[in-house]
């Protein structure tokens, strides 16, 4: 794609260029409990050049430098001044064989480490990284994209003494082609990563996670009479992880499909298919290594497979009404045992409103295992919209019970719901407020559980805006390097030892005024406590933050004051909370370089 080339300047031959910026310069100190206190005049500014050479279908590039500048909360307030670069460039836009590139890199930048359902740790740290990509596309020929994305960084928890890095790597390639009434794919991927995980969370010292995967496909689709289609497709996967030491072993999968839809009537769709794993382990291993944790245990045994044969039917009653109806038969083989089931669920929906206040859709299931165990099972989605006495109330609730995981052996559980009311009290004066919440486990011997509610609530009258909300979450976790992850999503195959507890709370209070057109002042408050435990290493959390802002801008000037207040705790970091406070005042103006 070309970038935008309005009001460029010419530079050389060929060159055009237009530059813009904002630049400023302020007073600004700071004082924390492991800084000592400062007070400097400060410079900083963003900007931005975007031009092509001779035709921007030809090359057309862009490049945005910003120094002392925050890309986390604000333009310029945030607990460290954040500097750096990004860049873009287009290559043959247009034409058959279209190139892109992209380079970032960030100094003293302010990030987040994953804590599931709370807001995440902080963090401060250095990153870069680049992309690449080309593609061909002849007629007559199959084509071609090729993409490569390699970033790497490093960054330090505020409470915490460990470092923790990352590199990333990953390589797309992809194919297309049409031939006799077929559409052919063909793919292949190859990404990795590896990490090094803070020591609060997992009790060493020097723990890290190595991840390798590659997936190598190919499919074809061809159309079938009565408005049909048939697809089938090949694909071999291998994973594999590294966790201090344990490596999780052979995840290499050779998985098979087919499938055959037909539209017979407008109202009726008929479809089957079958497919085939060899490996059932690796599937299971793969997906928990997808998700950043390291699949080390061989619960499944050295050999396993699945076979799944699935057939169903849907019918449309009319424009809004329908019903369907599937059957699947699934083999599986681990542990030196062959389990078999049965899957029975018929299907009724309605997506108009109706009694103008419902939609709704409920799914029944039966499970016949063999061996004589049976379970009935459902799931159900309703949603309510309705006006009353001028409140636009909304509300949602999902419910499922015995939903089929990768194991046989294993069922699966939810509930969501939300609801939100908004009401206009006056011409000016507006009303938001609601909640939402879930729950998740999966279950057998013994499971894995999740929790989560959250409350909001907002009132705006003309240029002034007061909020605040809550939120808890509960449940089980699996540590990678981005942080904790949910298992709530994952078979219960993960070890013991992988797992972490995870429980926390959060408020947060907000409130904006623009008394004047041009005059906009800010303040926010948030606070969160949480708490994980591990098999070797249990840590108290604790994150509290304060920000304002005032801003006055007068045409291209802007005048701009701040304080912020940050405090982060964590008992098992090894170091004292680290509290950074700071403030500034200065002036910005924006400017149009050529």
Same mark, same amino acid.
Do not use: C
């Given at each position: 794609?070309?970038?935008?080339?309005?009001?460029?300047?010419?530079?050389?031959?060929?060159?055009?260029?237009?530059?813009?910026?904002?630049?400023?310069?302020?007073?600004?100190?700071?004082?924390?409990?492991?800084?000592?206190?400062?007070?400097?005049?400060?410079?900083?500014?963003?900007?931005?050049?975007?031009?092509?050479?001779?035709?921007?279908?030809?090359?057309?590039?862009?490049?945005?430098?910003?120094?002392?500048?925050?890309?986390?909360?604000?333009?310029?307030?945030?607990?460290?001044?954040?500097?750096?670069?990004?860049?873009?460039?287009?290559?043959?836009?247009?034409?058959?064989?279209?190139?892109?590139?992209?380079?970032?890199?960030?100094?003293?930048?302010?990030?987040?480490?994953?804590?599931?359902?709370?807001?995440?740790?902080?963090?401060?740290?250095?990153?870069? %990284?680049? #992309?690449?990509?080309?593609?061909?596309? /002849?007629?007559?020929?199959? $084509?071609? !994209?090729? &993409?490569?994305?390699? +970033? @790497?960084?490093?960054?330090?928890?505020?409470?915490?003494?460990?470092?923790?890095?990352?590199?990333?790597?990953?390589?797309?390639?992809?194919?297309?082609?049409?031939?006799?009434?077929?559409?052919?794919?063909?793919?292949?991927?190859?990404?990795?990563?590896?990490?090094?995980?803070?020591?609060?969370?997992?009790?060493?010292?020097?723990?890290?996670?190595?991840?390798?995967?590659?997936?190598? %496909?190919? #499919?074809?689709?061809?159309?079938?009479? /009565?408005?049909?289609?048939? $697809?089938? !497709?090949? &694909?071999?996967?291998? +994973? @594999?992880?590294?966790?201090?030491?344990?490596?999780?072993?052979?995840?290499?999968?050779?998985?098979?499909?087919?499938?055959?839809?037909?539209?017979?009537?407008?109202?009726?769709?008929?479809?089957?298919?079958?497919?085939?794993?060899?490996?059932?382990?690796?599937?299971?291993?793969?997906?928990?290594?997808?998700?950043?944790?390291?699949?080390?245990?061989?619960?499944?045994?050295?050999?396993?497979?699945?076979?799944?044969?699935?057939?169903?039917?849907?019918?449309?009653?009319?424009?809004?009404?329908?019903?369907?109806?599937?059957?699947?038969?699934?083999?599986?083989?681990?542990?030196?045992?062959?389990?078999?089931?049965?899957?029975?669920?018929?299907?009724?929906?309605?997506?108009?409103?109706?009694?103008?206040?419902?939609?709704?859709?409920?799914?029944?299931?039966?499970?016949?295992?063999?061996?004589?165990?049976?379970?009935?099972?459902?799931?159900?989605?309703?949603?309510?919209?309705?006006?009353?006495?001028?409140?636009?109330?909304?509300?949602?609730?999902?419910?499922?019970?015995?939903?089929?995981?990768?194991?046989?052996?294993?069922?699966?559980?939810?509930?969501?719901?939300?609801?939100?009311?908004?009401?206009?009290?006056?011409?000016?004066?507006?009303?938001?407020?609601?909640?939402?919440?879930?729950?998740?486990?999966?279950?057998?011997?013994?499971?894995?559980?999740?929790?989560?509610?959250?409350?909001?609530?907002?009132?705006?009258?003309?240029?002034?805006?007061?909020?605040?909300?809550?939120?808890?979450?509960?449940?089980?976790?699996?540590?990678?390097?981005?942080?904790?992850?949910?298992?709530?999503?994952?078979?219960?195959?993960?070890?013991?030892?992988?797992?972490?507890?995870?429980?926390?709370?959060?408020?947060?209070?907000?409130?904006?005024?623009?008394?004047?057109?041009?005059?906009?002042?800010?303040?926010?408050?948030?606070?969160?406590?949480?708490?994980?435990?591990?098999?070797?290493?249990?840590?108290?959390?604790?994150?509290?933050?304060?920000?304002?802002?005032?801003?006055?801008?007068?045409?291209?000037?802007?005048?701009?004051?701040?304080?912020?207040?940050?405090?982060?705790?964590?008992?098992?970091?090894?170091?004292?909370?680290?509290?950074?406070?700071?403030?500034?005042?200065?002036?910005?103006?924006?400017?149009?370089?050529?």
């Amino acid at each position: 794609m070309a970038l935008p080339s309005a009001a460029q300047v010419v530079f050389g031959p060929g060159i055009s260029l237009a530059a813009s910026g904002n630049v400023a310069v302020g007073y600004s100190g700071g004082f924390g409990s492991d800084t000592s206190s400062e007070h400097n005049i400060n410079f900083g500014g963003s900007g931005s050049t975007n031009g092509f050479y001779y035709a921007p279908s030809l090359l057309s590039f862009i490049v945005s430098p910003y120094y002392n500048q925050s890309r986390a909360n604000s333009n310029y307030q945030s607990i460290g001044d954040s500097s750096g670069v990004t860049s873009s460039a287009a290559v043959f836009s247009g034409s058959r064989y279209p190139g892109s590139f992209t380079f970032f890199k960030e100094y003293d930048s302010t990030g987040t480490y994953g804590l599931v359902g709370t807001p995440n740790f902080t963090t401060h740290g250095n990153g870069q %990284g680049f #992309s690449i990509g080309w593609s061909a596309a /002849l007629p007559k020929w199959p $084509s071609v !994209s090729v &993409g490569y994305a390699d +970033s @790497s960084g490093s960054s330090n928890v505020y409470g915490s003494s460990a470092e923790s890095q990352s590199t990333s790597h990953n390589l797309n390639l992809r194919s297309t082609y049409a031939v006799l009434g077929f559409k052919l794919n063909a793919f292949y991927m190859q990404s990795g990563t590896h990490g090094s995980v803070p020591a609060f969370l997992s009790g060493l010292t020097d723990d890290s996670l190595d991840t390798e995967s590659q997936n190598t %496909g190919i #499919s074809a689709e061809h159309g079938l009479p /009565l408005h049909g289609t048939f $697809s089938a !497709s090949y &694909g071999h996967s291998s +994973s @594999s992880s590294e966790d201090h030491g344990s490596n999780s072993g052979d995840n290499s999968t050779n998985t098979l499909t087919a499938n055959v839809g037909l539209h017979p009537t407008m109202k009726l769709t008929l479809n089957m298919g079958t497919t085939y794993t060899d490996n059932l382990q690796g599937a299971l291993n793969q997906e928990i290594i997808a998700a950043g944790g390291s699949a080390v245990n061989t619960e499944l045994g050295s050999t396993s497979s699945s076979l799944s044969l699935s057939g169903g039917a849907g019918y449309a009653v009319t424009q809004h009404l329908g019903v369907q109806a599937v059957a699947t038969r699934q083999e599986q083989y681990f542990a030196g045992s062959t389990y078999n089931a049965t899957f029975i669920s018929g299907s009724l929906y309605y997506n108009k409103r109706l009694f103008d206040m419902f939609t709704f859709s409920v799914t029944g299931l039966d499970t016949e295992a063999d061996g004589g165990s049976n379970a009935i099972g459902m799931q159900g989605n309703v949603n309510f919209f309705r006006m009353i006495k001028d409140w636009d109330t909304n509300a949602s609730f999902s419910y499922g019970q015995n939903v089929q995981t990768l194991l046989v052996t294993y069922t699966t559980s939810y509930m969501n719901y939300s609801a939100s009311v908004r009401r206009r009290l006056s011409r000016y004066l507006t009303l938001n407020a609601g909640f939402a919440g879930g729950h998740s486990g999966i279950s057998q011997e013994s499971g894995t559980t999740s929790h989560s509610e959250s409350y909001f609530s907002s009132l705006g009258y003309r240029g002034y805006n007061f909020g605040g909300g809550y939120s808890s979450s509960s449940g089980d976790s699996v540590l990678t390097v981005n942080g904790l992850s949910s298992t709530s999503s994952l078979p219960p195959v993960i070890s013991p030892l992988e797992q972490i507890l995870y429980n926390g709370t959060s408020y947060n209070i907000s409130a904006s005024a623009t008394p004047l057109s041009r005059l906009t002042v800010a303040a926010s408050y948030s606070s969160s406590h949480s708490s994980t435990i591990g098999t070797s290493i249990s840590s108290l959390n604790q994150t509290t933050s304060v920000n304002s802002q005032l801003q006055y801008r007068v045409r291209r000037m802007g005048f701009m004051a701040g304080y912020s207040r940050f405090f982060q705790s964590i008992s098992g970091g090894g170091t004292p909370a680290a509290a950074v406070s700071s403030y500034y005042v200065g002036i910005n103006r924006w400017i149009n370089f050529f």
